[in-house]
């Protein structure tokens, strides 16, 4: 689709121009947009595919690391000091399991015996609520986003709001006004000619089709092509009217950009690796399936060794849990 041509008074101008690169970068954007809306859930699709049987494995390790564990420590005599140790690492890891992989009974039960009290309870006094860790993905959201719990607003973030809305009003109406003039002018019924008439109805569906999604260039393309053909509205046009395309394509720009930023980060690691100009997507499900396969063998060697029940890896694991205990 060609870009502006002629805005009247400003064919040559600066603000011409300025609609000219502005429009080339809104269409820039909304192509990487379309192509990682696509690409990302296929993205992570496939990062699922590669790495969810061996996670479900890693997941079933772990709980077993857990079970092996308590019994190595109901075999092995150890000092009050050493059993407060004890107590705060299995506490911890067994929590940790359950806040990532949802209820189970029997890890319920062992983190009684270490915590010396129940899940629920403990869930309380972290002030998150047991049921939050396994609700639905939608009413998690909304618990974060309920106003009771969210810092009061400054005078300059509330000023910021209001502005914007404002801007966002002032854009719906410039675009709702476009959408008029223009549906008006290609409506199918001010033509009799049926080959015509059928031109109408296809320009009709992009203009339509524009106007549900905001998009400001493409109804700005099609209103340029008809102004050509219409030299008195063209006259008519006042420079003003480029002033405010260009504040609305600036505006556009933002939220492109801002919506291409969130997409970015909310799936940072698989952007770089899989989406990315010159990413090698194979290469790195390779990489992140031996890394997993790796975690795989460490814990099933790690089992083994704790449910030869030897007496002589005591002061090793009783180091290791004080290190992580430190850590958390």
């Not at 049921?131 to 969210?150: C, G, I, K, L, V």
């Not at 499900?285 to 795989?296: D, I, P, S």
């Amino acid at each position: 689709m060609s870009s502006i041509q002629h805005i009247p008074g400003a064919s040559s101008s600066a603000e011409q121009q300025q609609i000219d690169v502005k429009i080339n970068e809104v269409k820039q954007l909304q192509e990487e947009l379309k192509y990682l809306q696509k690409a990302i859930p296929e993205a992570v699709s496939a990062y699922q595919k590669t790495v969810a049987p061996i996670s479900e494995k890693i997941q079933l390790l772990q709980k077993e690391k857990l079970i092996s564990l308590d019994i190595y420590i109901h075999e092995i005599k150890f000092t009050k000091r050493e059993l407060e140790i004890i107590d705060t690492y299995m506490s911890a890891e067994i929590a940790q399991w359950i806040y990532q992989n949802g209820n189970d009974i029997e890890l319920e039960d062992l983190f009684s015996t270490y915590a010396h009290m129940h899940f629920e309870e403990h869930a309380k006094k972290a002030n998150t609520p047991f049921s939050d860790f396994f609700s639905d993905e939608s009413n998690f959201n909304d618990s974060e986003n309920q106003e009771p719990n969210s810092k009061k607003k400054s005078a300059a973030e509330r000023k910021a709001e209001k502005e914007k809305a404002i801007q966002q009003e002032h854009r719906k109406k410039s675009i709702r006004a476009i959408y008029i003039d223009l549906i008006k002018a290609f409506h199918p019924d001010t033509e009799q000619d049926p080959e015509k008439k059928l031109e109408k109805e296809e320009i009709s569906k992009k203009i339509t089709e524009a106007y549900g999604k905001n998009d400001l260039f493409t109804l700005i393309n099609l209103e340029t092509q008809f102004l050509e053909q219409q030299t008195s509205r063209l006259q008519n046009m006042k420079q003003e009217a480029a002033k405010s395309y260009i504040a609305m394509l600036d505006n556009q720009i933002k939220e492109l950009k801002e919506s291409l930023r969130e997409i970015k980060t909310e799936h940072d690691s698989l952007f770089i690796d899989m989406c990315k100009p010159k990413a090698k997507p194979e290469k790195f499900l390779r990489k992140v399936k031996k890394e997993l396969q790796e975690g795989v063998q460490i814990l099933s060697q790690q089992i083994i060794i704790l449910q030869h029940v030897d007496p002589s890896i005591k002061s090793d694991l009783l180091f290791e849990m004080e290190r992580q205990n430190g850590r958390k």
